[in-house]
């Protein structure tokens, strides 16, 4: 059968997570960064309520949503806009600022949808390393923005070593990007872990935009929520892009049901980030485990025989996820949970 797809598309390959059977998995999901403990109530509660109020058959309405996101990350309305997942964010920032053949820089290992949206384009990649320590290559980021680059992505903290980027440095490159009428983009999917964020940015240099998304600490991967954050000149030619009814209302209910509990959000935070997560780097440290130093909710580890380990613990019941690449060949990435979960998987790393 003749192929009849674009030939960039022909050559790619597709980004296929290793997702299929998770779900019937009688163990613990430690391998996707999710929230390891449902939502809360509230979430189930709003949704039944949209089930029963017989309205399912009516297009989704946003601007609730978009005030209470804003209000949250301290900007205005119309510096928001929601996605379909923070992917689909991704996936308009390329199609809105870049062009076939335009520069991409895309430090590299990071997050395997940059480089997908990037290639689906046509773009021209550079990928300047992250130092072997897993930290942020800046300077070689700073050098690389000359004529022709279009974009440069940062995903901070950084899928999937967990380093994070100092605020002065993401700075740094923004207005070098600025020089040459490029754009910024920062990945702030584990901004509530880290706190760190480039949004008091937004305001003072018109080429930076950020996404966040409500997959990973506000727990709600399956419902594809996300939104991003820019000038309100960006926002408005991204809505150029993105279709009108791309989000589902539940997925929205969801949303803002998770927006009105943040109060069990940040105490599921400071359990992961301050007391479980400590206790994993401890045990990592005192069995000479070598780790990169994350600042999001999951650590990427260092073992010899790492695909026989990752086996060895899926068959006593965690799911983890073997990492391939530069820099990160044959690591493990586990996802931080409770401290509950996480002493069980140490009493079940040992017997590994």
């Keep these: ?11 790619m390959k597709s980004y296929s997570p290793p997702l299929e059977g998770r779900r019937n998995f009688e163990g613990r999901l430690l391998d996707f960064n999710e929230k390891t403990v449902p939502p809360s109530k ?26 209470k996101i ?52 046509g773009n021209k990649l550079g ?24 974009l440069v992505v940062i995903c901070n ?39 760190i964020t480039a949004i008091g940015l937004i305001d ?17 991967a399956s419902l594809r929520i996300g939104y991003s954050i820019s000038s309100s000149t960006n926002i408005a030619e991204m809505l150029k892009v993105r279709g009108p009814y791309d989000m589902n209302m539940p997925a929205v209910v969801a949303a803002q049901a998770v927006l009105d509990d943040l109060e069990s959000l940040n105490e599921y935070i400071n359990e992961v980030m301050n007391k479980a997560k400590p206790m994993v780097e401890e045990f990592f440290r005192k069995n000479n485990i070598e780790f990169y ?31 391939e690449g530069k820099r990160i060949d044959g690591t493990i990435r586990v996802t931080i949970g409770t401290v509950n979960q996480m002493k069980k998987f140490i009493n079940q790393f040992k017997n590994a």
């Design 1 to 11: 059968m003749r192929n009849l797809a674009n030939k960039n598309i022909q050559k």
């Design 42 to 67: 509230n979430v189930l509660k709003k949704l039944r309520e949209l089930i029963d109020s017989d309205q399912i058959q009516l297009y989704p309405e946003y601007d609730d949503l978009c005030g």
């Design 70 to 121: 804003a209000t949250y990350s301290g900007v205005k309305k119309d510096q928001i806009m929601i996605t379909n997942g923070s992917d689909q964010g991704i996936d308009l920032i390329f199609r809105t600022y870049t062009e076939k053949g335009d520069k991409v820089i895309i430090p590299s290992p990071s997050f395997a949808m940059f480089y997908q949206c990037s290639r689906v384009i």
């Design 127 to 150: 990928m300047p390393v992250y130092n072997e320590d897993g930290s942020f290559p800046t300077d070689k980021v700073i050098k690389s923005i000359k004529t022709g680059v279009r």
């Design 157 to 195: 903290p950084n899928n999937p070593t967990g380093t994070a980027v100092e605020l002065e440095d993401i700075e740094e490159i923004v207005k070098k990007a600025l020089r040459f009428s490029a754009i910024v983009y920062v990945d702030e999917a584990y901004f509530e872990f880290c706190k």
């Design 204 to 220: 003072k240099y018109p080429n930076l935009i950020i996404t966040r998304t409500f997959s990973k600490a506000f727990g709600l």
């Design 293 to 323: 130093p994350s600042r999001a909710n999951f650590l990427l580890f260092k073992m010899q025989k790492s695909s026989l380990l990752v086996e060895k613990l899926r068959s006593l019941g965690f799911l983890t996820r073997l990492r």
